[in-house]
């Protein structure tokens, strides 16, 4: 995003009238100083006296980028790609902007058409490899992320020490969920395993029984005779063979025993359904605002209210009842929540409070691992432009054999998902 500011400021296009170029300085530094309004104002005057002017159509593409726009901004970057489609600054917005709103397909071909199908330019890399992943390209994916130093049965384990480095930045809290069946495979091969993790999942992994040791990501590395450092990216091209058929190694995440026993005296004792849900993922800070907003995984809470008329369901939090808008779903009957959940140690009190109920309904977030890892039935509700790694057009996911897939038709759109979920819950409970 940061690039994309740069570039703006610094695209000239020939000057057509001073008037026009006067505007378009003003609305560069309108948008320098994150007031959306006066940038809006400037440039919609400055297209307004000369429709072509390509400054005008870029910087206006750029405001509607940083409002989260795409859809509106999509048409600007279009317009300025047609117009010189070998200029880079045009090539690189049409092409993010796309991949932002899921036109993937689109993506895919302007980058091919200028970069190839193995970019030198490291950012467009990034970019095309999740297409490629999403679309299970394995051949392409495989020329731009390599995986020749992992294990895949390809040598014997047996007696040895092995390190699963999961300490990568780029590894969020249900990466790690997702990745950590990779140890259970090395140990199922002999190895002895040690998982380097970040700190706060040491107690939920403690319970995983293919795991020797597991150390924090803050303390030195230990040695072992073997050392596999693994992203998301890495698993999928290594693991590609396996993603054709629902994983056989589901349960391999754990809730405590004696958790799971509390747990079970919290739940309602009636015969209703029984339904967890999680309405929060990865918020983001809006460009202009400044303001905290739910990221586009997320949903407001009051988007889930249709679910909540469907008879004979008892519904719980995954999130602690003090959140604000959780206490504003309470306010239904059948919505319960719970203060100071996972006291015990992050996701220990929400993996046995799983364990308890007969369905998980989530947004694409931690929860969403921490259920498909423990076996549960959950439905996950995905954006538009989803992650790779619940690959295209499925609604079942090779990663979890209890998962089912709810996506969005257009991008930030969750009413049909919502609708479709509904009437999911309602045919299981007639």
Same mark, same amino acid.
């Given at each position: 995003?940061?690039?994309?500011?740069?570039?703006?400021?610094?695209?000239?296009?020939?000057?057509?009238?001073?008037?026009?170029?006067?505007?378009? $300085?003003?609305?560069?530094?309108?948008? =320098?100083?994150?007031?959306?309004?006066?940038?809006? =104002?400037?440039?919609?005057?400055?297209?307004?006296?000369?429709?072509?002017?390509?400054?005008?159509?870029?910087?206006?593409?750029?405001?509607?980028?940083?409002?989260?726009?795409? @859809?509106?901004?999509?048409?600007?970057?279009?317009?300025?790609?047609?117009?010189?489609?070998?200029?880079?600054?045009?090539?690189?917005? @049409?092409?993010?902007?796309?991949?932002?709103?899921?036109?993937?397909?689109?993506?895919?071909?302007?980058?091919?058409?200028?970069?190839?199908?193995?970019?030198?330019?490291?950012?467009?890399?990034?970019?095309?490899?999740?297409?490629?992943?999403?679309?299970?390209? +394995? @051949?392409?994916?495989?020329?731009?992320?390599?995986?020749?130093?992992? +294990?895949? /049965?390809?040598?014997?384990?047996?007696?040895?020490?092995?390190?699963?480095?999961?300490?990568?930045?780029?590894?969020?809290?249900?990466?790690?969920?997702?990745?950590?069946?990779?140890?259970?495979?090395?140990?199922?091969?002999?190895?002895?395993?040690?998982?380097?993790?970040?700190?706060?999942?040491?107690?939920?992994?403690?319970?995983?029984?293919?795991?020797?040791?597991?150390?924090?990501?803050?303390?030195?590395?230990?040695?072992?005779?073997?050392? @596999?450092?693994?992203?998301?990216?890495?698993?999928?091209?290594?693991?590609?063979?396996?993603?054709?058929?629902?994983?056989?190694?589901?349960?391999?995440?754990?809730?405590?025993?004696?958790?799971?026993?509390? +747990?079970?005296?919290?739940?309602?004792?009636?015969?209703?359904?029984?339904?967890?849900?999680?309405?929060?993922?990865? $918020?983001?800070?809006?460009?202009?605002?400044?303001?905290?907003?739910?990221?586009?995984?997320?949903?407001?809470?009051?988007? &889930?209210?249709?679910?909540?008329?469907?008879?004979?369901?008892?519904?719980?939090?995954?999130?602690?009842?003090?959140?604000?808008?959780?206490?504003? &779903?309470?306010? /239904?009957?059948?919505?319960?929540?719970?203060?100071?959940?996972?006291?015990?140690?992050?996701?220990?009190?929400?993996?046995?409070?799983?364990?308890?109920?007969?369905?998980?309904?989530?947004?694409?977030?931690?929860?969403? /691992?921490?259920?498909?890892?423990?076996?549960?039935?959950? +439905?996950?509700?995905?954006?538009?432009?989803?992650?790779?790694?619940?690959?295209?057009?499925?609604?079942?996911?090779?990663?979890?054999?209890?998962?089912?897939?709810?996506? =969005?038709?257009?991008?930030?759109?969750?009413?049909?998902?919502?609708?479709?979920?509904?009437?999911?819950?309602?045919?299981?409970?007639?």
């Amino acid at each position: 995003m940061k690039k994309l500011l740069f570039t703006l400021i610094f695209v000239a296009s020939n000057c057509c009238a001073d008037s026009v170029e006067m505007l378009i $300085k003003k609305g560069q530094l309108a948008l =320098q100083q994150k007031n959306k309004t006066a940038a809006m =104002q400037h440039f919609t005057q400055a297209l307004a006296r000369d429709p072509n002017h390509l400054g005008a159509l870029f910087n206006l593409g750029a405001v509607h980028y940083y409002a989260q726009e795409g @859809y509106d901004a999509l048409p600007f970057f279009k317009q300025c790609y047609e117009h010189n489609n070998n200029h880079a600054p045009y090539i690189y917005a @049409y092409a993010m902007t796309a991949n932002h709103m899921g036109e993937f397909d689109l993506a895919r071909n302007i980058i091919e058409k200028h970069h190839g199908a193995e970019p030198q330019n490291s950012e467009m890399r990034t970019k095309l490899l999740p297409i490629y992943l999403r679309n299970m390209d +394995w @051949y392409y994916a495989s020329k731009l992320c390599r995986v020749d130093d992992l +294990w895949w /049965h390809n040598e014997d384990l047996r007696n040895k020490t092995v390190l699963l480095d999961l300490s990568s930045e780029w590894n969020g809290l249900g990466d790690v969920m997702q990745i950590i069946r990779y140890a259970k495979h090395l140990y199922q091969a002999g190895a002895q395993v040690t998982a380097y993790v970040r700190i706060e999942l040491i107690p939920l992994l403690e319970l995983c029984p293919y795991l020797a040791h597991i150390v924090a990501a803050n303390q030195p590395k230990p040695s072992c005779d073997k050392t @596999y450092s693994i992203t998301m990216d890495r698993l999928t091209v290594c693991m590609h063979e396996t993603l054709y058929a629902p994983s056989k190694n589901v349960p391999y995440l754990y809730a405590d025993h004696s958790l799971s026993e509390q +747990w079970s005296t919290k739940i309602k004792p009636d015969q209703n359904f029984k339904v967890g849900f999680c309405f929060q993922s990865t $918020k983001m800070r809006d460009y202009f605002s400044g303001a905290i907003l739910p990221g586009p995984r997320a949903m407001e809470a009051d988007q &889930l209210m249709p679910l909540f008329s469907v008879p004979g369901i008892n519904f719980y939090s995954l999130q602690t009842g003090e959140n604000a808008q959780v206490k504003q &779903l309470c306010t /239904h009957d059948n919505v319960h929540a719970f203060d100071h959940l996972d006291a015990a140690g992050a996701f220990m009190d929400t993996a046995a409070l799983m364990k308890q109920l007969d369905l998980i309904i989530t947004v694409d977030t931690s929860i969403a /691992h921490l259920a498909g890892g423990l076996g549960v039935n959950v +439905w996950v509700m995905l954006p538009h432009a989803g992650d790779f790694r619940w690959f295209s057009n499925r609604s079942d996911s090779p990663w979890y054999p209890t998962m089912k897939l709810f996506r =969005q038709i257009k991008q930030g759109e969750w009413h049909d998902v919502i609708q479709a979920v509904k009437s999911a819950l309602e045919k299981i409970t007639l």
